[in-house]
């Protein structure tokens, strides 16, 4: 009993209670095989694409800031590396650094207005994912005369960036989403930098006065954010051999939904990796696990919608719950 | 270090917000184990002069003394190194987070090496809640508990704690006592002379002159960002401290001008206008 209520005060809890619902959901109302389905890649491959970019977005959540312009990172990401080493031939490690490095920029970019200006942060990344997405179609038609570039990679690039594991049709990303959210893990929940980022969130003006250097780590998270989406971008040009100009809209509201998903606040100094973590699984398991189900494609949106509220009303819960509770001595 | 040297001492500070001069000519000097009263109404100036000493701003003119020495801060951390903790009127603590690590905050205690140094939550919980009950809040037992969770004044000595722990020489408290009731209130006044009885300087700003006047050795009242009377226990009555911290009229004076204010506008009270 003391256990499920100091359990129900875990950060992370309302994510696996989302994981559970939607797996209860899905044998229930669509028949799925859980077998096939935790054997499947396509859920786990989507999750690692969104959950590369959606552990630094957390961290920047919980710190009280947000980055919408990792919508138009990812495609730029992929036809940066694609533009440098299909387009002009250049060696791909040059188009790595290349990738990354417009993600450092544009993070810096972001970082540097948010911490100057008091705009708001959603207006500021609003501006730099317009922007982004006309640099990139223009500056791919300007180069390339095309919205569409292959390449091809060497074999070390495929083996690190763009390749499939376990002999299958699992991709390498998963093991880089998985060590990530290791690093991540142990940044937010056990260096005292994690500490800051969410006394940041909680109240950045405290967290000034008590010698906490705000305004760079704020530009390092944004440059985490811009960075890796990029990052995830690259690696998807490097699997597909081609990038295109297109897409990545859809990313910035699957990201930030898998990161409330996971439990963290939309106001800031509250959540946690391994909740997003689990929030990600979810929202890719609804995504493509509908496939596996006799459901309705169609109806995954809704599925989302709801389970999108649901967790804004649990987080709300959650933090309430957390504030009134008195543990007793016995447990340190 | 002769009992004569302040440790913390104002010449001649000005501090102006662009064109607004919001602090004039203050000259002010607190010693070890005396408490020092910042009295005045809203907007007189109060937590600017306080954020001034805690490093938060510079001042546009005059100086700053450290134990006799002229010191610029360069930051808030800078004024905390040199002995000089502030508890800010608003903030300061983080309710979604734990007893532990708001004691922490910044000063952060690790274990292992190189970048894998971690947080050291056992250690951190433990000292927190030692000092937290050496404040006499015997109710918080567990460092894991978020500080959401606690009183107003439970929270006030959390951050009174820390600022005492961490080897704070000048205690600055703004308006620690507004929010709290008479109980809680008075536990706070506690921790002020618990403060002073170990030798801290004390800087303490209160819209309640009873509360000055419980913990007080010195007073200095603020009038529109200058220093308007400057005196020591038993010097004034309350009923005058009382007038000065209403802007320097008397209360009878005040009471006339709202009778005088209703006889002129069909019997309606003056609408408050309350700055800062
Ligand atoms: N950063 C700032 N920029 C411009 N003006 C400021 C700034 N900070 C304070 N002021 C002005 O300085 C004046 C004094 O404010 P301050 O907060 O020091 O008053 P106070 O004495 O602490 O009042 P209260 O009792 O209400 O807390 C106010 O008129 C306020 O508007
Ligand atoms: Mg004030």
Not at chain 1, 40 to 51: D, E, M, P
Not at chain 1, 283 to 296: H, L, P, S
Not at chain 2, 97 to 119: A, C, L, Y
Request: charged share 15%.
């Amino acid at each position: 009993m003391d256990m499920i209520s100091s359990l129900l005060r875990r950060p992370a809890t309302p994510s696996i209670l989302s994981l559970i619902g939607v797996l209860v959901f899905y044998v229930i109302f669509g028949g799925v095989d859980l077998d096939r389905l935790s054997g499947a890649a396509s859920w786990v491959n989507y999750a690692a694409r969104i959950g590369i970019v959606a552990l630094p977005v957390a961290l920047l959540m919980i710190s009280g800031e947000i980055d919408i312009s990792i919508g138009a990172m990812i495609p730029a990401g992929a036809m940066t590396t694609a533009i440098i080493a299909g387009h002009y031939g250049l060696p791909m490690g040059v188009a790595i650094l290349g990738a990354l490095a417009i993600g450092v920029v544009v993070g810096l970019f972001n970082g540097i207005l948010a911490t100057r200006t008091s705009v708001p942060t959603l207006i500021i990344t609003l501006g730099t994912l317009v922007a982004m997405q006309g640099i990139v179609l223009a500056g791919s038609k300007l180069l390339t005369g095309g919205a569409s570039v292959p390449l091809t990679s060497p074999a070390w690039a495929k083996t690190i960036f763009g390749d499939f594991i376990f002999g299958g049709s699992h991709q390498v990303v998963i093991l880089w989403w998985v060590v990530l959210t290791a690093v991540f893990w142990f940044l937010a929940h056990l260096s005292k930098y994690g500490n800051w980022i969410f006394a940041m969130g909680g109240d950045k003006v405290s967290a000034r006065n008590a010698g906490i250097p705000v305004d760079l780590i704020t530009i390092l998270l944004f440059v985490g954010t811009a960075t890796s989406a990029s990052f995830v971008g690259m690696c998807h040009a490097i699997l597909f051999n081609s990038a295109q100009v297109s897409g990545g809209m859809n990313d910035i509201f699957n990201i930030v939904v898998s990161v409330v998903v996971g439990g963290v606040l939309l106001t800031g100094g509250f959540g946690s990796i391994i909740g997003v973590f689990v929030g990600t699984i979810t929202f890719a398991i609804v995504i493509k696990g509908i496939d596996f189900t006799a459901i309705d494609r169609n109806w995954a949106n809704l599925i989302i919608g709801v389970m999108l509220l649901a967790a804004v009303a649990m987080n709300e819960t959650f933090r309430k719950k957390a504030m009134t509770a008195v543990t007793k001595k016995k447990k340190g | 270090m002769s009992a004569t040297t302040p440790v913390i001492e104002l010449r001649n500070v000005d501090k102006s917000f662009g064109p607004i001069d919001v602090l004039h000519e203050i000259s002010l000097k607190v010693r070890a184990g005396e408490v020092l009263c910042l009295l005045g109404d809203n907007g007189a100036g109060k937590s600017t002069l306080i954020k001034t000493l805690a490093g938060v701003h510079a001042p546009t003119r005059g100086e700053i003394l450290v134990d006799g020495e002229p010191v610029t801060f360069s930051g808030p951390k800078d004024a905390q190194n040199r002995g000089i903790a502030t508890v800010h009127q608003f903030g300061g603590t983080y309710p979604l987070m734990s007893v532990g690590r708001n004691f922490f905050m910044g000063e952060e205690p690790t274990i292992g090496f190189g970048p894998f140094k971690i947080f050291d939550r056992k250690t951190a919980n433990k000292i927190a809640v030692e000092e937290v009950q050496k404040m006499g809040i015997t109710r918080i037992t567990d460092g894991d508990r978020l500080v959401g969770g606690l009183s107003g004044g439970e929270r006030q000595s959390l951050a009174i704690a820390r600022a005492v722990y961490f080897g704070a020489r000048v205690l600055i408290l703004d308006e620690p006592t507004a929010a709290l009731g008479v109980k809680q209130a008075a536990h706070v006044l506690r921790i002020v002379n618990e403060a002073k009885r170990r030798g801290l300087a004390v800087i303490f700003i209160t819209h309640q002159v009873m509360h000055a006047m419980t913990v007080g050795d010195h007073f200095a009242v603020l009038i529109r960002g200058a220093i308007a009377a400057d005196f020591r226990k038993g010097e004034k009555t309350r009923e005058e401290i009382t007038d000065l911290m209403a802007g320097g009229e008397t209360m009878a004076d005040l009471e006339a001008s709202i009778e005088g204010y209703m006889e002129t506008h069909d019997g309606h009270a003056p609408q408050m206008n309350t700055a800062g």
